[in-house]
């Protein structure tokens, strides 16, 4: 089986400061991307989390599952593009 597959987006960011980090969490919270945190340890960090996936089978047994007129490739980068 073969598979197209499109992860979520994972981005670490490490924050000079709490008040900083706060005022990321904000920005990132109101763009909506709600799966997203903070953690404040020896450094702070701000994880920003979407939640977009795409796992498609496209073949199997050597056989096409999809047309091949279709493409999901363009469908990704349109989903991706309307993303959190």
């Known amino acids: 089986m073969m598979h197209f597959k499109f992860e979520p987006l994972v981005l670490h960011i ?3 400061d709490l008040t900083t980090a706060q005022r990321l ?3 990132v ?3 909506g991307y709600k799966n997203s945190g ?3 340890g020896k450094r ?3 994880g920003i989390r979407s939640t ?4 498609v089978p496209i073949a199997a ?5 999809v047309s091949d007129k279709v493409c999901v490739v363009p469908i990704c980068r349109i989903s991706y ?3 959190p």
Do not use: P, T
Not at 61 to 65: F, K, P, R, S, T
């Open 14 to 16: 490490s924050c000079a």
């Open 25 to 27: 969490m904000k920005v």
């Open 29 to 31: 919270l109101g763009c």
């Open 38 to 40: 903070m953690l404040v």
């Open 44 to 46: 702070i960090m701000v």
């Open 52 to 55: 977009l996936k795409v796992d």
């Open 61 to 65: 047994d050597g056989e096409l599952l």
């Open 81 to 83: 593009s309307m993303s």
